[in-house]
């Protein structure tokens, strides 16, 4: 099956036997969940013979509740990176770009590909996500009123109205940001197994305070995905951290990089991770220091110092333990 999901109403289509069928447009509801369930239950195809497995591209969340309905049905559910789809629609000549195209697309991916399936987060971690979350946006609303604050002070026409907005916006903004935070705390007290897995992390070097939920969130959602068979080369891969090489014969070399897959903001979270676990006495330090003493440049020593600290941080995660730094010598670090 795929489906072409925006806000308020999906289209779906079936690929049975090297064939792609409509099935129509159904509302993004409950109501339209259960109809699209009742229209796919007519489809003539030999019983017992099918497992359904859903295709959806995520869509800021709107797949959400048809993802959790469907795996209520007992079908499979996956929501593979649309990067991913894209490049593989170019590289079968498909150009064509309409709601119906794109549900036959992804139900035609499905069968060929055969993308890994979709679980959902443990509730608990995905009510920590989502107060992180909201977190994360208050701070930013907070940050651009700030600038507007020092930003207006300098314009002798400013009437006084301006500055006394601009001081209840924030006034508000920070209780709000207070009371979120207090949420977070309260949860993690809630919640023993959360607590203690952060309490773990932050003995990795360079995981602070200010980014051990979200490297948590990270693990608990690969792990989920994985059922904890996740290796440590698949985790970077899944960050978008892991080396990529570009070279071909003997006269394409460019510079290597990273996949850059995944989410870019954790992406950020971990480089600045990096960033400030390099500046203290710690192995991650060593590591650094003997990659930019063998020439490396220092943006790449901080990639793969962010590199570490996850590798580090999913070991201590899957192992419910503790970072030991006496296991890892710089020389066995790189």
Do not use: C
């Not at 489906?3 to 159904?26: C, H, R, T």
């Not at 990273?258 to 500046?279: C, H, T």
């Amino acid at each position: 099956m795929g489906v072409d999901l925006a806000k308020a109403s999906f289209v779906a289509a079936y690929y049975w036997l090297g064939k792609g069928f409509l099935l129509g447009s159904f509302p993004n509801t409950p109501a339209g969940f259960a109809a699209f369930a009742q229209t796919l239950s007519q489809v003539e195809v030999q019983p017992g013979s099918v497992q359904i497995a859903l295709i959806m591209e995520p869509t800021g969340g709107y797949e959400l509740p048809l993802a959790r309905f469907a795996l209520q049905q007992d079908w499979m559910v996956s929501l593979p990176n649309p990067r991913h789809v894209r490049d593989w629609a170019k590289g079968i000549g498909r150009r064509a770009k309409t709601d119906g195209q794109d549900a036959l697309l992804l139900a035609r991916f499905g069968a060929e590909r055969a993308p890994s399936t979709w679980q959902p987060l443990a509730l608990a971690v995905a009510e920590l996500e989502e107060l992180l979350r909201r977190k994360e946006d208050l701070e930013q609303m907070l940050r651009q009123e700030r600038n507007r604050q020092d930003a207006l002070r300098q314009r002798p026409t400013l009437p006084s109205t301006v500055p006394s907005s601009l001081e209840r916006v924030i006034g508000a903004l920070e209780e709000e940001l207070a009371a979120i935070e207090q949420a977070i705390k309260q949860h993690l007290r809630s919640h023993s197994e959360l607590q203690a897995q952060a309490k773990r992390l932050r003995s990795v070097p360079g995981i602070g305070p200010k980014k051990v939920l979200w490297v948590l969130v990270l693990l608990y959602r690969r792990h989920t995905l994985t059922e904890g068979q996740a290796e440590s080369r698949a985790i970077v891969a899944y960050a978008g951290l892991d080396p990529q090489r570009y070279e071909s014969g003997t006269s394409v070399h460019k510079r290597a990089g990273i996949s850059r897959q995944g989410k870019r903001n954790m992406r950020r979270r971990l480089f600045l991770s990096a960033l400030g676990g390099v500046r203290g006495q710690n192995v991650l330090r060593a590591f650094y220091q003997r990659l930019v003493g063998r020439g490396k440049a220092k943006k790449l020593a901080l990639i793969a110092a962010a590199r570490k600290i996850l590798v580090w941080a999913w070991a201590v995660f899957r192992d419910h333990t503790t970072f030991d730094p006496a296991k890892v010598s710089p020389e066995l670090a790189v």
